[in-house]
């Protein structure tokens, strides 16, 4: 068999290979997904490596998720939305990219939300992983607010989003608060919010410090009618916002959810059928210390559906 790979800089940490190589094996197949760290140079080689066949299939990482999109002969629409791809497969000798985070993340939603809506959402941060969800809510949101340390970017997302969201959505983008004074319009938005998306990298780079968040109402999620957090990081304990967001009765997850679902589809891209997620997710929960319950493997079809989970994306056929 041909090999897979996940191609980044660096690359050491990510946990792909631990759960695509369990699904891999699952299906009957040997465990050929490994990291490989890559240059630019290396990352247009693996991209004519996959166009010729001689590559099955990769993943694409940080920094490259922009260069994947680009080296492409052909994207799906969450790639040409979003301008970013995770995701190499080949057809009829063409190089195809898609973004499979969207659809991670719109398993992410289903699993939180359920038959929940998310009309009114606050997205904190504004780098790739926030346009990515505003993408994948843009179907259902009504009110979308985007906090961010820099202004400018916020304002740069809802420009890029413009052409998704639906006419009547109201957007604003507002600056991270640094004074109890400037988070009065922050706040107003967390405690009228049925979700908050948590996509900086504040977690990941002070683990478990509660200062960056201190003036933001995260205990106060939807007001009394209690909303829900999504974390984009993941790890082995709730981060600040999700502990905070629980504390208060609203309910929170994280992104294993997001890892596990946009990884079963690259799968599906690369084997052409789709994985055993449960298995996949054993095996995920294994490497970060979780038990495997909080990580949701399937969600009932009516469900994923309400959150715009197709079975596959009907503009491209399959090996
Ligand atoms: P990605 O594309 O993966 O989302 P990114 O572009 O590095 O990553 O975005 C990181 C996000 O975390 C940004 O929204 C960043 O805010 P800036 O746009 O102002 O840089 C946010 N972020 C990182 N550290 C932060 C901090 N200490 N306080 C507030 N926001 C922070």
Redesign the pocket.
């Known amino acids: 068999m041909k090999a897979l790979y996940v191609l980044g800089k660096p690359i050491a940490h990510s946990l792909s290979p631990v759960f695509q190589n369990a699904g891999l094996q699952a299906a009957g197949l040997p465990p050929v997904y490994t990291r490989r760290e890559v240059d630019e140079k290396d990352l247009e080689n693996l991209a004519q490596g996959v166009r010729s066949g001689n590559v099955l299939g990769c993943n694409i990482t ?1 920094p490259y998720k922009t260069q994947a999109a680009q080296l492409a002969d052909r994207t799906t629409p969450a790639v040409e939305a979003t301008g970013v791809a995770n995701t190499w497969w080949a057809e009829n000798g063409e190089l195809w990219a898609d973004n499979t985070d969207i659809v991670g993340l719109q398993m992410s939603f289903a699993a939180l939300l359920k038959e929940r809506d998310a009309r009114r959402v606050v997205i ?8 990515a969800a505003i993408f994948a809510l843009a179907p259902s949101v009504e009110h979308l607010t985007i906090v ?3 202004l400018s ?2 304002e740069d997302s809802l420009n890029q989003a413009q052409p998704w969201l639906k006419n009547h959505t109201v957007k604003q983008a507002l600056a ?1 608060p640094s004074t109890a004074e400037d988070a009065t319009e922050v706040n107003a938005a967390i405690r009228a919010a049925d979700l908050v998306i948590q ?4 977690p990941i ?2 683990p478990q410090d509660p200062t ?1 968040f201190a003036l933001l109402a995260l205990d106060e999620i939807g007001g009394a009618s209690r909303g829900a957090l999504l974390e ?1 990081a993941y790890g082995d304990e709730p981060t600040v916002p999700m502990q905070r967001a629980r504390d208060s009765g609203a309910s929170a997850l994280d992104g294993a959810t997001m890892l596990l679902h946009q990884g079963a589809r690259s799968f599906e891209r690369w084997i052409g059928k789709r994985p055993d997620v449960a298995v996949m997710r054993d095996a995920l929960a294994k490497a970060v210390g979780r038990n495997p319950d909080d990580i949701a493997a399937e969600i009932p079809e009516d469900i994923r559906r309400r959150w715009g989970v197709a079975p596959r994306d009907a503009a491209c056929g399959f090996m």
């Open positions: 940080l904190l941060g504004a780098g790739g992983a926030a346009n961010n340390r820099t970017k916020a991270w996509t900086t990298s504040i780079l002070y960056p984009l």
